[in-house]
């Protein structure tokens, strides 16, 4: 008979490089020290939404491959006001709409708990369309942890 309780060893954190990102990487360590998890942060390149008007056009795969760079540059950034810790983190990107691939890489990555901040960068589909971390807990299969600001 096993016992009850909760059995963490891979933890996702989804991070938009905004401050409730690093408060919910924060909680995550302590998650983490505890049950002796694994901590995986990613990051999710949203694509482009209702078009932008751009003066030279550009192929998708420039524009992907542009982002990819920024959102590297800005990972290295966030690593390095938690490196504290001591650390050593799995790094993961995709793209697409957040809140599928975060919800598809916990499923193909067999996650045992989602840790997400509560309120990230916010533009005008989430106003819309609902939040990242409600649509997480709305159809995680996995547990999931808000972090609140």
């Known amino acids: 008979m096993s016992r009850p309780g909760l059995h963490v060893r891979r933890i996702l954190v989804p991070v ?5 990102a690093l408060n919910a990487v924060r909680v ?3 998650i983490a020290r505890r049950y002796r998890a ?3 942060l990613l990051h999710v390149l949203v694509p482009l939404q209702f078009g932008v008007y751009m003066p030279h056009p550009r192929s998708d795969e420039e524009i ?3 982002a990819s760079q920024e959102a590297e540059r800005q990972m290295r950034a966030f690593l390095k006001k938690i490196r ?5 983190w799995t790094i993961l990107y995709e793209s697409g709409p957040a809140s599928v691939r975060i919800l598809e890489v916990a499923e193909k990555r067999k ?3 989602i840790v997400i901040g509560s309120l990230g960068r916010t533009n005008l589909v989430d106003y819309l369309m609902g939040s990242t971390a409600e649509n997480v807990v709305r159809r995680s299969k996995v547990s ?3 972090v609140r600001p």
Do not use: A, P
Request: aromatic content about 8%; overall charge negative; charged content about 40%.
């Open 111 to 113: 996650m045992d708990l």
């Open 38 to 40: 694994k901590i995986f």
């Open 16 to 20: 938009d490089f905004s401050d409730h």
């Open 84 to 88: 504290e810790s001591g650390r050593r």
């Open 64 to 66: 992907l491959r542009q």
């Open 28 to 30: 995550s360590e302590e």
């Open 144 to 146: 999931v942890l808000v």
